[in-house]
């Protein structure tokens, strides 16, 4: 996704207009998390798509932890 914003910076060329951008791509339970906090709390909003980047890759980190979980117990079955 960096890789996109950089290569076409003309048409990225501020902050909140690349955080719309990725929050747009984003999909399922993480879409609708990224839309509450952006939408419904604007205290909290993204000021930087670094902190949205880091933000998203917490919650990545969560699910992918999480899903290793199950796997390691539906072994153990």
């Known amino acids: 996704m960096n890789d996109k914003l950089q290569t076409n910076v003309d048409h990225f060329d501020n902050e909140s207009i690349c955080i719309v951008y ?3 791509k984003l999909e399922d339970d993480v879409a609708e998390y990224i ?3 952006r939408w419904h709390d604007a ?3 993204y000021i930087s798509i670094n902190e949205l980047f ?15 979980c ?8």
């Open 22 to 24: 990725v929050i747009s």
């Open 35 to 37: 839309f509450a906090q």
């Open 43 to 45: 205290l909290h909003s």
């Open 54 to 68: 880091e933000h998203l890759k917490e919650i990545y980190d969560e699910l992918n932890k999480n899903r290793k």
């Open 70 to 77: 199950h796997c390691k117990y539906n072994a153990l079955k």
